[in-house]
């Protein structure tokens, strides 16, 4: 059975940091692509972040150089360091796993982040 569990999320303040992590379990987590992504009330999931089994990343615009996506495969755990939090960053942040090959694709239960004064 697969299992994402996502914490760290809460309430901080505009320009705040936040750190989110995901611990993986029933998958082979090092050859999986993880991701986190994001939805906003009333907005569609996007992707904020993902980090390939080679070790690529790949972020959204809007937190490029603000956020860092990161990965313990031997913990089976992808974090988010989100810096220079903004209200709009304000959302479900959900963690994926998703292998290239076959095709498999697997969400946590997500955790909230909300940024406001």
């Known amino acids: 059975q697969v299992q994402l569990v996502e914490s760290g999320g809460g309430l901080v303040q505009p320009g705040g940091s936040l750190k989110l992590s995901c611990v993986a379990s029933?998958?082979?987590?090092?050859?999986?692509?993880m991701g986190w992504y994001r939805q906003a009330p009333g907005k569609q999931r996007e992707l904020v972040a993902t980090?390939?089994?080679?070790?690529?990343?790949n972020y959204a615009n809007s937190v490029s150089g603000r956020f860092t996506i990161s990965r313990d495969n031997a913990k089976k755990l992808v974090y988010l360091q989100m810096n220079s939090l903004l209200p709009e960053d304000t959302a479900v942040y959900y963690c994926?796993?998703?292998?290239?090959?076959?095709?498999?694709?697997?969400w946590g239960q997500g955790t909230q982040v909300t940024v406001s004064s």
């Open positions: 994926n796993a998703h292998h290239p090959i076959l095709s498999a694709n697997y």
């Open positions: 029933g998958i082979i987590f090092s050859d999986f692509t």
């Open positions: 980090s390939t089994r080679g070790g690529r990343k």
